[in-house]
């Protein structure tokens, strides 16, 4: 197979990483997990983009656009164990009034450390650890620590079914946007399960799905706080190296600890190139 011009790599690069992407709170872990008969190896992937631009609002007071963003997984598979650093940061700042220097920021992302004990089994084990913030929602921070078990349910050489359930540390600060200057914190203990689907369906086409339920009782309200969420992704090969990728993910709060959209989703399409 010829191998594809750099300046074509790095087009399609800056074509994949320019999509703008909603976060929506919710990590696809299994798009990063790498099946492999070999051991004992490092991988990775990071991507950096930077863009300013401007968009009309009047004659002399047009919107300037700053954007940067970055994601970067990094993987390595020993013997026994697996372990995952996975991180995204988007940062994005507005300029609505060039004139009185006024900003609006918008910023969200997260870190996240998981191992898999003997992930090689059948069953096994896992400990996790996130930090997330979404500012753009009034999320300050959300800091995760907790582990569980993982199952292998089904799998050929095409399709592999997982489920993992486990109990976690959920700390949320939040920023009320119905009263000013007031911040709403949540301690809470939760269960965390996770169900995911990885098949290849042709020699072209690929699926990469995860959902995910979490739930906690809170004895402010006496009830549980229930999520929902799910990353749901396509990918299409194109030619060579370079695929067609689409994502779908969302997150759902029934009882989230200050008034905000329940509902929240984001729609991805890009090009990527695969090294």
């Known amino acids: 197979m010829r191998p594809i011009p750099v300046f074509i790599c790095l087009l399609l690069i800056s074509l994949f990483y320019t999509v703008p992407k909603a976060d929506a709170q919710i990590l696809n872990i299994e798009r990063s997990r790498i099946e492999r008969d070999t051991v004992d190896f490092l991988t990775g992937k990071a991507g950096l983009n930077f863009s300013m631009f401007n968009r009309n609002a009047g004659r002399d007071n047009p919107n300037n656009f700053l954007q940067l963003t970055f994601n970067g997984d990094l993987a390595y598979i020993s013997k026994k164990h697996t372990y995952l650093f996975l991180n995204y940061y988007n940062y994005l700042l507005v300029n609505y009034d060039s004139r009185e220097l006024r900003n609006t920021v918008a910023s969200n992302g997260y870190s996240h450390f998981r191992v898999n004990l003997m992930s090689r089994h059948k069953l096994s084990y896992e400990l996790f650890t996130q930090y997330q913030a979404d500012m753009a929602r009034g999320l300050e921070r959300r800091i995760l620590t907790g582990g569980g078990v993982r199952w292998l349910l089904f799998r050929t050489d095409n399709t592999s079914w997982f489920a993992g359930s486990g ?25 965390s399960n996770y169900i995911s689907l990885r098949s290849k369906l042709s020699e072209q086409v690929e699926t990469n799905n995860i959902a995910y339920f ?13 999520r929902i969420s799910g990353d749901l992704g396509l990918t299409v090969k194109l030619i060579g190296r370079v695929s067609m990728r689409t994502n779908f993910n969302f997150t759902y709060e029934d009882r989230p600890i200050v008034p905000v959209t329940r509902f929240i989703y984001a729609i991805t399409n890009g090009l990527q190139v695969d090294f």
């Open 167 to 191: 109990l976690m540390h959920e700390h949320e600060s939040w920023k009320d946007p119905e009263q000013e200057g007031v911040t709403r914190v949540s301690d809470l203990l939760k269960s």
């Open 214 to 226: 979490q739930t906690g009782y809170d004895p402010e309200i006496s009830r549980f706080r229930n």
